[in-house]
């Protein structure tokens, strides 16, 4: 199965990315009333190749790496935070649905040049075996980009163990749950499904589709990112959003700080050496967090690329999570500094800034996003005492 590809280069898709933060910032507040991305926004990424950036060569994608990867999400969630959100998951997910079998992807790509996909993973739903397949049964949470999907790629607990089940969106319920006072536009709802039946090749054993990719590597052998495991590259998102994000407050910051005048004194509030030094502080920490996901997307690289020379350590793994984790908390806590010397007047509605502070609150509570657990476990490893309970695969 071959498309011919016309797939945009990684230099292209980065400017692609570029030319689209002033229309994204434009649409952020119909984004936000709509609850997911305006069909505009949609036909903006496919057109900017977003959809196929993450595919094979083979599958007509243009094969992209981590770190350009990185740079199009930090890139599109400066323009608007829940754009580069769904645009990050609904390009991953592509990854995803080429570590399927080749039958599977035919069911999904059938010449058309990409399939679009939102995935859920808890709770587990469960898999009832049947002739030439499953029954499959559940309700997930959290199925960011959802609203734009042709499938969905959810989990299921079988006889056998965890499966990764796709099923054809209209053979499930969206469910609208996801009434929130951030990240609006990610349109993260419920899906359910009622004993649907799904042939068994368009299941694949959950450790195998995200850990143990040799299967998939082998399929399309010039693709190197596909035989990374997922919890190598799917965390990298919520670092890249709040990095994007962090860049659109700073820039906020800086155009708007000049205007305010402190009522006490009459004074430019940017003359103020605390309003500098808290925009120097934030910068620094914005700066300290992009070299430290950098970093941490160099060992990846390293440990599970194709030059690598030996397998990832328990240490290395936790050096990995700290820094892409650290590096949104970093991030995070570059825009409280600025959205808290920003003055009261941003959460008039409307303010960019508001939307953002909003937004942060909601993407710091993400599992991913969680520096505080994640650093328990990491310092545990660090410190030679194991993993603990934590589930190794994941981590």
């Known amino acids: 199965m071959t498309v011919a590809s016309t797939a945009p280069s990684p230099t292209q898709l980065l ?25 505009a926004t949609v036909s903006d990424f496919a057109a900017a190749g977003f959809f196929t950036a993450m595919l094979p060569a083979a599958l007509g994608g243009s094969e992209i790496d981590l770190t350009t990867f990185v740079k199009i999400v930090r890139t599109l969630s400066r323009g608007d935070a829940s754009a580069g959100w769904v645009g990050a998951f609904l390009m991953s997910h592509g990854l995803m649905l080429a570590r399927y079998g080749q039958e599977a992807q035919a069911d999904f790509f059938n010449g058309r040049p990409y399939a679009l996909a939102a995935a859920a993973a808890t709770p587990p739903g469960t898999a009832e075996p049947t002739e030439g397949g499953y029954r499959v049964t559940g309700r997930w949470r959290f199925g960011s980009g959802v609203m734009h999907a042709g499938w969905v790629l959810v989990s299921a607990d079988s006889p056998t163990g965890p499966l990764s089940v796709a099923l054809p969106i209209d053979e499930v319920t969206i469910v609208d749950t996801w009434h929130v006072p951030g990240m609006r536009g990610t349109g993260s709802n419920d899906i359910v499904a009622d004993a649907v039946f799904v042939p068994a090749h368009r299941t694949i054993d959950f450790g195998l589709l995200s850990s143990d990719c040799a299967p998939a590597a082998a399929l399309h052998p010039g693709y190197a990112l596909l035989a990374y495991p997922l919890n190598r590259v799917l965390p990298v998102i919520h670092a890249a959003v709040g990095l994007g994000t962090a860049d659109a ?24 050496p605390l309003v500098r030094s808290a925009y120097a502080k934030a910068w620094d920490l914005l700066h300290v967090a992009g070299l430290q996901l950098h ?21 290395d793994r936790a050096a990995i999570n700290l820094g892409v984790t650290g590096s949104g908390t970093k991030a995070f806590a570059a825009i409280d500094l600025v959205i808290q010397a920003s003055g009261a007047s941003i959460f008039r509605t409307g303010d960019p800034l508001d939307r953002i502070c909003r937004d942060v609150q909601v993407m710091r509570n993400h599992a ?3 520096f505080t657990s994640m650093s328990a476990v990491a310092g545990g490893v660090l410190l030679g005492q194991g993993l603990g309970d934590f589930a190794d695969p994941v981590f």
């Open 295 to 315: 970093d941490a997307i160099a060992l990846t690289d390293a440990l599970y690329g194709p030059a690598h020379a030996r397998e990832a350590t328990l240490e």
């Open 368 to 370: 991913s996003a969680d």
């Open 15 to 39: 400017s692609n990315a570029e030319e689209l933060v002033p229309k994204l910032r434009g649409r952020a507040s119909k984004t936000e009333e709509l609850r997911q991305l305006p069909d």
């Open 249 to 272: 407050a700073l820039e906020l910051f800086r155009a708007n700080i000049g205007k305010r005048i402190r009522p006490q004194t009459r004074g430019r509030v940017v003359d103020e």
